[in-house]
C-alpha cells in the first residue's frame, strides 16, 4: 500500500538550533516527493521537488534530501519565523494525485 | 504565475444548509482540480479529483452526494458542502495541476474555514 509517514509529529527547538524532519514513504514508481510549509489557517506553500535519490536541494535555511526510502528536511540555525507545519507529499500513480504525509509541527522559540 | 483563488476563505452557516466554495485558476487553465480536507493538527486528506467537463472522482468513504463537486470550466471548480452539518466544519483547500516548474507543478488554494452551526 502508498504510504508517507512523518516524523516526529511536533518538534520544539530554540532559535539556532539546526534538526532534521523525517518523511519515509513507500511508492511504487516515484513521480517526485514534495515539501511544503503550511501556516495556520492557510493553504501549503511549495518549498521542494526532489526525484532522484541522492537529490538535494536548498533554499535559505531548508535543505531536502533523498534516499530511496526517505527524505530529510534539514533546518540549519532556524529562526522563529520558520514556526510552521511541515508538510511532504508523493504524487499516486499516473493520476498524480497528491498524498500527504501528516506533517510535522515546528516550533522555534526565540 | 498559477495562481488559484479560493472563496470565501471563512463561511459559517447555520446546519441544514448548503455551502458553495470556489476555486478558480487565474492565469492558466486547471483541467484537473483535486480538493482536500483539513481537520485541526492533521494533514491534507484527498476527497476528489475534478476533471473539466466531466465527473469528479471521489476517494473512498467521501459521500458524493454531500460533497458536489461541478468543473464546468477550465478556470472554474466548486464544491458544494449539501445539507451542511457540525461534523462537516473543517477546512478546504483545493489544488490544481499545473505543471508549472516554480510550484513544482502543483498549485493550492488558500483555503476556506467552514463552521456550521
Known amino acids: 500500500e502508498d504510504q508517507v509517514t512523518q516524523s516526529p509529529e511536533a518538534l520544539r527547538l530554540q532559535e539556532g538550533e539546526s534538526s532534521s524532519l523525517n518523511c519515509s514513504y513507500t511508492v511504487s514508481g516515484l513521480r517526485g516527493l514534495f515539501w511544503y510549509r503550511q501556516d495556520p489557517g492557510k493553504g501549503p506553500e511549495f518549498l521542494f521537488t526532489l526525484y532522484s535519490a541522492g537529490e538535494e536541494k536548498e533554499k535559505e535555511r531548508l535543505k531536502a534530501t533523498l534516499t530511496k526510502k526517505e527524505s530529510f528536511l534539514h533546518i540549519t540555525a532556524p529562526k522563529p519565523e520558520d514556526s510552521a507545519t511541515y508538510l511532504c507529499a508523493v504524487p499516486l500513480d499516473s493520476s498524480y494525485k497528491l498524498i500527504f504525509g501528516s506533517g510535522t509541527r515546528l516550533l522555534v522559540r526565540p | 504565475g498559477a495562481v488559484v483563488s479560493q472563496h470565501p476563505s471563512r463561511v459559517i452557516c447555520k446546519s441544514g444548509t448548503s455551502v458553495k466554495i470556489e476555486c478558480r485558476s487565474l492565469d492558466f487553465q486547471a483541467t484537473t482540480m483535486f480538493w482536500y480536507r483539513q481537520f485541526p493538527k492533521q494533514s491534507l486528506m484527498l476527497m476528489a479529483t475534478?476533471?473539466?467537463?466531466?465527473?469528479?472522482?471521489?476517494e473512498q468513504g467521501v459521500e458524493k452526494d454531500k460533497f458536489l463537486i461541478n468543473h464546468a470550466s477550465l478556470t472554474l471548480s466548486t464544491l458544494t458542502v449539501t445539507s451542511a452539518h457540525p461534523e462537516d466544519s473543517s477546512f478546504y483547500i483545493c489544488?490544481?495541476?499545473?505543471?508549472?516548474?516554480?510550484?513544482?507543478?502543483?498549485?493550492f488554494g488558500s483555503g476556506t474555514r467552514l463552521t456550521v452551526v
Open positions: 475534478s476533471n473539466e467537463g466531466s465527473k469528479a472522482t471521489y
Open positions: 489544488s490544481a495541476r499545473t505543471g508549472y516548474p516554480l510550484t513544482g507543478g502543483y498549485t
